[in-house]
């Protein structure tokens, strides 16, 4: 297992790992400096340029251009607004604790630079409410930055004002969803919002907003200084550029790594993470987050490449958030769809019926059926039951009867249960195979 | 409310649309082709039904809902036979209280979020919202916070389960056990459409109905729970005589005559003058008509007057350009000179707190003291209690509207007793002295039928149909066999008059000033002073109580008939319940005394008064019984289609009523100063009545500056009014003009 990582956006990081969140760490290690060639050259839209060239996508979950994002914004509104999703709820994600942590003001460097190419003068971070030292030292990098003159009104003497306001969360897996994330950054209930309306045509009070993920903005200022084509060279296909992957559960080493996109799930398992707890086998392994659908010890599965794309089309699985969850073979996937389910039932918000009522009767089933207490034709039901939620989850593209993923989210595991273990379950509630 | 896309019932299919949009909240495009009933959508409303029911606790046998509930509806409608839910239910203590009123089923709540956004948007009250997460997802109010809303009772009504319930209804009924008629709610002068309805002869419930120019089917607490009085235990139900100095329980014949003779005697002795009638402002229409008509064509007095010194002259309340509700939405601007809509007139208050926060008209809070609407104002100009609005605030406010375009609606009221009328008249003036602005102003005179009783003529000086007595004298001579000489006192007068011992008889229709009149202390002197006392009335107030012969009376939910709103829109009201005891309706009563003092009213029914009044009151000219009956929103008077029959005058100044525009606007001088130009008001043109032509839909009243040129056509010859009513014929002498005077001095 010859796969190294690529350091990009952790490479501060791990090259001054006593100080490089204090803004000496960072100014000596060359922050702030691509900020000021920005100002420098005074134009916003060489900035969208590049990052369209990059093919950067998002890094929270969804995987949407970023550049185009930008581009949805109407002509001519002003205020917009610059919301950064830092709230990181998705189980085993925790590669934006990490940035936020110790490298802030890479990030405030990026929300600087995004803001100057959107035309945004006050930006928000929507930062998860555990993040304490997160929020230590992003409130301290912030004041840092404004002290030396990289934030605040006309920045380094360029005519440009910005802003950053940072809010903490307060527990809701659900404010990751950015318009449920407006709403709680509104003061609102986190709940989210029927679109359209659109964040970039009417967000944040009702203002043209862009949401953009903490990692994604990290990586602007490195995207601006290599050049968007010299970016888009790093990784596979339309999966451009580095990802940082947060591999846990039966691994020997689980951590954040940042690899090139298009090296393979064997790769970072067996080669970064060191492979399997006790030397055993792999049984299945969540590739992109807990909502995500599963795969499993395979080879086909492990040597797929990390291409948002290929897995999407091919096993109808996500990258999400880079958050891969490793099971060995003494793991009872039922067990694992119900832990699952008992997240996502606890953090439905309430506001759809089918996901509301749905996630907590799924929940309910799985316990029965991994606790012994199966019957027969629960694994009919509950597939029935999250077609409600989810309708055409097995063939894809299957639609949802919610207003945002979460839902869907739940049904994921099901679907994977189905799919790949149905003769296991079927045995478990009494049905011989 | 806006559409929340929640439940997740009304999703559809739509080509071109990949997914499922709810189509409550999916625009409507051109060319959308839009399915509902495909195997996918109707899956999904299934499934949703289902999901809906798994933690619902389906006590339907005991839930107050259970039978009017659209969650069966739609179950039966569109959802699974069977669940395949057998997990245990989610349960919570039930019922909770919210308020002193309102109990929460949690158990029973669907999310549906109607009662909190109805909280927030409509009441602006957000004293309830979700709590917890998932299918915990629970409706509460704060913390040592109960959800006091004036208005929480309409969340009971939104409730499309039995979640929300009213502690006064809860296990009363079942709803296929109601008998319900569509009335009108008397608690405020709002009138609000509702739905009475009663189980064994017992009024249960009070729902709101959709009324679009009024409530919007919104009720408040007051007129929804204020019911259980009707069939309260003090309620009195037979008539009573003084006996002995003590009242005892008689026959109406015995009760009847002795009312009759002792005015029989005093008619004799002292004449009409010493006796007085106060009150009538709680009944219908036709209550106060019968009265006014036994007080003033019968008894021959003029001392009359529903209100008790705590509203505006009626002068003002009938002279005045007057204001439709829904003015309002489309207004220029509204001046609020008092009192706190929300305090008096409740659903008056949503009214301007949509006009103002969601439509965006700008409204001026000037009222003595702050109250609900501050927080939606435009502007906020307090003035010292008994000062008039400042003069730049008028000017503010004239500006704002004929910038804005649309009337400028002033809603007058008295901000306080405390206070005398004069301010608020004098506002209006200032108002009413504007050029080139639409002003109109509607009433927040709060009790009940006060509006009713003034245009049937219960108030000094004023006879039927916004007519004054000189103006009504002929007229009503040649119908009623004789109208007073002379204006008579207002009720301060009157109680004065009784406390000097000039009254010898005092007629209470329903009033109590012990506790109504601003001056409680003349009210007892008053009281003390005068030998006789008839009380019409419903219950033993302290006033009643002094009565000589207590006649009972029937109430709301006992009477048909109609009434007037502050709009002047008039609506009926209709009997759910038989009367308690022997009790009967006002009119009746007043008919039967008539009829011992020699005059035969000949009305049998109260459809035959509502078409006396419709054939003899000018500004009610065609409203008859089978026309409000008929008429959806009930009916604006003047009716339009009359309007060229009946001449509106000022005095001293004549101007034509536009076009469903009530009565015509003209300018109100303090102390009662003519406008400049016009002839005293002693130089009464002779009547005279105009050609009928179709008023154009667009006419706007003619500019005050010519307006002062036009003077009375005083050699116009006296025309029959012409009718076109079929239902309506008139003989005798022309129908005098609907008045208004200024204001009086």
Redesign the interface.
């Given at each position: 297992m010859s796969v190294e990582e690529r350091r990009i956006v952790t490479r501060r990081l791990h090259e001054r790992p006593e100080d490089s969140w204090t803004i000496d760490g960072a100014l000596a290690s060359g922050a702030y400096r691509v900020w000021r060639e920005v100002l420098r050259t005074g134009d916003p839209a060489a900035v969208q340029e590049q990052v369209r060239l990059s093919g950067l996508r998002g890094r929270g979950g969804a995987g949407f251009p970023t550049a185009q994002k930008w581009s949805f914004l109407p002509e001519g509104r002003y205020p917009r607004y610059l919301v950064v999703n830092g709230d990181e709820g998705e189980p085993s994600t925790f590669k934006d604790r990490m940035l936020v942590e110790r490298d802030p003001h890479q990030l405030v460097e990026g929300i600087a630079i995004a803001s100057y190419a959107i035309g945004c003068n006050l930006a928000f971070v929507y930062l998860r409410g555990e993040f304490a030292l997160g929020y230590e030292r992003l409130t301290q990098a912030i004041a840092d930055a404004r002290s030396h003159g990289f934030l605040g009104r006309d920045v380094l003497g360029s005519g440009f004002d910005l802003d950053v306001v940072v809010h903490r969360g307060a527990g809701?897996y659900?404010c990751g969803e950015e318009t449920a994330l407006i709403e709680s950054l509104e003061g609102e209930?986190g709940m989210p919002r029927?679109r359209p309306p659109f964040p970039a045509v009417e967000g944040l009070y009702a203002k043209p907003t862009v949401v953009n993920n903490v990692e994604t903005l990290s990586t602007l200022p490195h995207i601006v200084e290599m050049g968007g084509e010299e970016y888009a060279k790093l990784g596979v296909n339309r999966s451009t550029g580095t990802r940082i992957f947060s591999v846990s559960g039966h691994v020997k080493r689980p951590g954040n790594y940042e690899v090139e996109l298009g090296v393979t799930f064997r790769d970072l398992v067996f080669g970064l993470a060191g492979g399997i707890r006790d030397d055993r086998a792999v049984k299945f392994f969540i590739p992109g987050g807990a909502s995500s659908q599963w795969l499993t010890g395979s080879d086909e599965h492990l040597d797929a490449p990390l291409d948002m794309d290929f897995v999407q089309q091919t096993y109808g699985v996500m990258l999400g958030s880079g958050a891969v969850m490793v099971f060995d073979d003494t793991t009872d996937p039922l067990l694992v769809a119900w832990r699952l389910a008992k997240f996502f039932?606890?953090?439905?918000?309430?506001?759809?019926?089918?996901c509301?009522?749905?996630?907590?009767?799924i929940e309910?089933?799985l316990y029965?059926m991994a606790h012994g207490m199966g019957r027969p034709e629960d694994l009919d039901?509950l597939f029935d039951?999250g077609?409600?939620?989810s309708?055409g989850v097995v063939n894809a593209?299957f639609?949802?009867?919610?207003?945002c993923p979460l839902g869907p989210s739940v049904v994921s595991s099901i679907a994977s249960l189905h799919r790949y273990f149905r003769d296991e379950v079927q045995a478990r509630v009494g049905v011989s195979a | 409310m806006k559409p929340v896309g929640m439940c997740r019932m009304c999703l559809v299919e739509v080509e071109g649309v990949r997914g499922f949009p709810p189509a409550c909240t999916t625009p409507v495009t051109d060319g959308m082709v839009v399915r509902t009933r495909t195997d996918a959508v109707e899956k999904i409303q299934e499934g949703v039904l289902e999901f809906l029911l798994i933690n619902h606790p389906l006590d339907c046998p005991v839930c107050d809902r259970g039978g009017e509930c659209p969650l069966q509806d739609q179950t039966l409608a569109f959802g699974p036979g069977e669940s395949r839910f057998v997990e245990e239910k989610r349960h919570y203590e039930k019922p909770i209280p919210l308020s002193n009123m309102i109990l929460l089923d949690r158990e029973r709540c669907i999310q549906c979020a109607r009662c909190t956004r109805f909280a927030e948007e409509i009441a602006g009250d957000p004293l309830i919202d979700f709590v917890s997460r998932g299918d915990r997802t629970q409706v509460l109010n704060f913390a040592e916070q109960p959800f006091e809303s004036y208005f929480s009772g309409n969340t009971v009504q939104i409730c499309p389960v039995g979640a929300l319930l009213a502690r006064h209804y809860r296990f009363k009924a079942r709803p296929w056990d109601l008998a319900t008629a569509e009335t009108s709610c008397t608690t405020c002068s709002v009138h609000c459409r509702g739905a009475v309805q009663s189980s064994s002869n017992r009024i249960v419930r009070l729902l709101g109905v959709d009324l679009d120019p009024v409530n919007h089917g919104w009720l408040c607490d007051k007129g929804r729970y204020g019911i259980d009085w009707v069939h309260a235990d003090d309620r009195v139900r037979e008539p009573h005589l003084r006996v002995g100095g003590e009242l005892r329980e008689v026959s109406w014949p015995e009760a009847l005559d002795a009312a009759a003779g002792e005015i029989r005697k005093v008619l004799r002795m002292h004449g009409p003058g010493a006796i007085a009638v106060l009150g009538g402002a709680r009944g219908t229409n036709e209550d106060a008509y019968a009265w006014a008509r036994l007080a003033k064509g019968v008894i021959g007095t003029d001392h009359v007057d529903c209100q008790m010194g705590d509203g505006l002259p009626a002068e003002v309340v009938l002279g005045v350009r007057r204001a439709e509700i829904d003015d309002c939405d489309r207004a220029g601007a509204i001046v609020v000179l008092g009192p706190d809509p929300r305090e008096e007139v409740p659903v008056l208050f949503l009214r301007l707190r949509r006009a103002a926060k969601d439509l965006g008209v700008p409204l001026f809070d000037c009222t003595p003291v702050g109250g609900s609407l501050a927080p939606y104002a435009a502007h906020v100009a307090r003035r010292v209690p008994g000062e008039p609005v400042g003069a730049d605030v008028v000017e503010l406010a004239a500006r704002t509207a004929r910038e804005r375009g649309g009337p400028l609606v002033v809603v007058a009221g008295r901000p306080s007793v405390a206070e005398a009328p004069d301010a608020t008249v004098r506002s209006i003036a200032a108002f009413g002295a504007l050029d080139g602005v639409d002003v109109r102003v509607l009433s927040a005179l709060r009790r009940g039928n006060v509006h009713g009783a003034l245009e049937m003529g219960l108030a000094p000086g004023f006879l039927p149909g916004r007519v004054t007595l000189d103006a009504g004298r002929e007229w009503f001579t040649q119908r009623w066999g004789g109208v007073p000489a002379g204006r008579g006192l207002d009720a301060d007068g009157i109680l004065r008059a009784a406390a000097e011992g000039r009254v010898h008889v005092l007629v209470l229709l329903g009033a109590d000033p012990l506790l109504d009149h601003p001056d409680a202390l003349l009210a007892r002197r008053a009281l003390e002073g005068v030998p006789f006392v008839v009380a019409v009335d419903a219950f033993r107030s302290e006033s009643a109580a002094r009565a000589d012969v207590f006649l009972p009376c029937t109430v709301w939910g006992e009477q048909n008939g109609t009434v007037t709103n502050l709009e002047g829109r008039v609506q009926r009201v209709a009997r759910r319940v038989a009367p308690e005891g022997t009790a009967m309706d006002d009119w009746r009563i007043a008919s039967e005394l008539a009829y011992r003092l020699g005059a035969d009213f000949d009305l049998a029914t109260v459809d035959e008064v509502t078409d006396e009044i419709a054939a003899v009151a000018p500004a009610a000219l065609g409203a008859t019984a089978a026309l409000v009956r008929r008429a959806r929103d009930g009916v604006v008077l003047p009716l339009r289609e009359h309007l060229g029959e009946i001449v509106v005058r000022t005095r001293g100044l004549s101007i034509l009523a536009e076009e469903g525009a009530g009565t015509s606007w003209d300018p109100i001088r303090a102390g009662g100063a003519a406008p400049a130009g016009a002839p005293a008001a002693s130089g009464e043109p002779a009547p005279r009545t105009r050609r009928r032509r179709p008023v154009p839909a667009r006419t706007r009243r003619r500019p005050r500056t010519r307006s002062s040129t036009r003077t009375p056509r005083a050699s116009a010859p006296p025309t029959r009014p012409r009718c076109t009513s079929g239902t309506v014929r008139q003989a005798g002498p022309p129908r005098p003009r609907v008045t208004r005077t200024l204001c009086a001095s």
């Open positions: 809701a659900i209930r029927i039932a606890h953090e439905s918000c309430g506001k759809c019926t089918p509301r009522e749905g996630t907590g009767w309910k089933v029965r039901l039951v077609d409600n939620i309708p593209p639609t949802q009867t919610t207003i | -």
